[in-house]
């Protein structure tokens, strides 16, 4: 049973473009987690997603930060016009409901320069 | 506001001795937490959690955690601890408030290194 994946591991980006990372859950998980850790502040929420629908976006940041989970293919968090503030490691976990264990991928690591 | 504190930013601790990491939450009622260990560059991998039950949980690679509700702490320990070991333990309490959708809120880790 594969688990959480991520992609790209590492991504590097100009100040200006823009960001798309990948999340494919584990088999049989419908809900998405993103979290950014940044340095010196530990993993923070971002936004909470099910099939087609975002749940929860209270962590994400208004402007620049969107996130999609659409009936096919993965969860996708993009950050356009990004700044060098952006540079962190990208995590998603995905669980079987709400409340649930989440189960973390092994991130995308993004540098801003 | 819930909280997760992990006092301890960076622990050292020989190899075959014991280890307890610690973690507090506030929260008033029952707390769903978690145990997660990072290798440097890796993802967060699950150690064990705690729902209900039993206050004393085992997990992976030999770690165990006790849920102390008088204390508010849900410490993490290990008998005997292995150089592989090393790595940044995160403490996690799900988010029950606000309208929360059971995102995690987590501690700021702390850093494990192993001395031969």
């Known amino acids: 049973n594969a688990g959480v994946m991520q992609n790209p591991r590492h991504l590097v980006r100009r100040r200006g473009q823009e960001a798309r990372l990948r999340c494919s859950p584990m088999k049989g998980h419908s809900h998405v987690y993103w979290y950014r850790q940044l340095p010196e502040e530990g993993l923070k929420f971002m936004v909470y997603?099910?099939?087609?629908?975002?749940?929860?976006e209270s962590g994400m940041p208004k402007e620049r930060f969107s996130a999609e989970f659409p009936k096919e293919g993965p969860s996708i968090l993009r950050i356009q016009q990004v700044v060098r503030g952006d540079s962190a490691a990208y995590f998603c976990?995905?669980?079987?409901?709400?409340?649930?264990?989440?189960?973390f991928g092994p991130g995308t690591r993004l540098l801003v320069l | 506001a819930q909280s997760v504190t992990q006092p301890d930013i960076h622990i050292t601790v020989s190899e075959g001795a014991s280890l307890e990491l610690r973690c507090n939450y506030s929260y008033g009622a029952t707390p769903y937490l978690f145990w997660y260990v990072q290798s440097p560059g890796q993802g967060l991998q699950l150690l064990l959690k705690?729902?209900?039950?039993?206050?004393l949980v085992q997990g992976i690679k030999g770690f165990e955690a006790e849920f102390k509700r008088s204390q508010s702490s849900f410490n993490l320990r290990k008998p005997s601890v292995h150089w592989s070991d090393a790595a940044e333990y995160f403490c996690a309490v799900v988010q029950n408030y606000g309208g929360s959708q059971g995102n995690l809120i987590f501690g700021k880790g702390t850093k494990l290194s192993v001395k031969p």
């Open positions: 997603l099910q099939k087609e629908n975002i749940i929860d």
């Open positions: 705690y729902f209900s039950g039993d206050t």
């Open positions: 976990a995905s669980s079987p409901g709400r409340w649930e264990t989440q189960y």
